[in-house]
């Protein structure tokens, strides 16, 4: 079973902020949340990880609920070059590759 | 430092062949992890290797299978390809330790004909 939910596809102008929302109802305590993207026909390519706090770096940043129940991913000024479906997933310390599962993810599309 | 590399980008193979897929994880990891995509699929896990011993395995027929050498590098082998093997297979490589991340290759595009 998919342990995230996220919206099927989005569009959003060329150097405005991208806001892209994932939802993990069930994740445990100990799972953190990864995003990762994927241009078309490359490798997926990490983006951010965080357990509780929201987290930055020179890519995005990474809000995640009080609850963590939910978080979103910004990418503060969105580029052509952002077009690409966003995975996220949640992985424990201790989870092996086998058990995380990548759903369909958000195919995000930057319009010019 | 070097990513993930992944050999060969693209091949066509005809079915019933075999197929050979490289992958040399970034310098220190020890964890490999196979995966295959396709559209109706998705990142579907084939297998994890952590210093030479395969770790997990997912659902696939044994036609699949995978090794990984002392220096970490990796190989996995598809025997007797059918036309539903077509798709992307991607590596990814982490470091030891729970909250790593893993790096992916840039995949190998297999084309069974």
């Known amino acids: 079973d998919a342990k995230t939910t996220q919206p099927t596809s989005m569009d959003c102008a060329e150097g405005r902020a991208a806001n892209l929302p994932c939802n993990h109802s069930?994740?445990?305590?100990?799972?953190?949340v990864y995003w990762y993207r994927q241009i078309h026909s490359q490798g997926p390519q990490y983006i951010i990880h965080?357990?509780?706090n929201n987290e930055t770096n020179e890519m995005a940043s990474l809000i995640i609920t009080e609850d963590r129940k939910s978080s979103t991913l910004i990418l503060p000024h969105a580029t052509l070059r952002d077009t690409a479906v966003y995975y996220c997933i949640v992985r424990g310390l201790k989870t092996s590759y086998d058990k995380v599962i990548f759903g369909p993810g958000t195919s995000l599309s930057v319009i010019p | 430092k070097a990513g993930v590399t992944q050999t060969p980008r693209y091949l066509i193979k005809t079915r019933g062949q075999q197929v050979t897929l490289s992958c040399s994880p970034i310098s220190g990891h020890r964890s490999v992890s196979w995966y295959q995509q396709t559209p109706g699929q998705g990142l579907q896990f084939l297998f994890e290797y952590f210093s030479e011993t395969q770790r997990n395995k997912g659902n696939f027929p044994g036609r699949f299978s995978g090794r990984q050498f002392s220096n970490s590098r990796s190989e996995m082998n598809v025997s007797t390809l059918e036309l539903g093997d077509s798709a992307l297979y991607l590596c990814?490589?982490?470091?030891?330790?729970?909250?790593?991340?893993?790096?992916f290759g840039q995949g190998t595009r297999l084309t069974v004909v």
């Open positions: 069930t994740i445990s305590g100990n799972e953190y």
């Open positions: 990814a490589s982490s470091g030891t330790g729970g909250n790593t991340e893993a790096f």
């Open positions: 965080g357990l509780k």
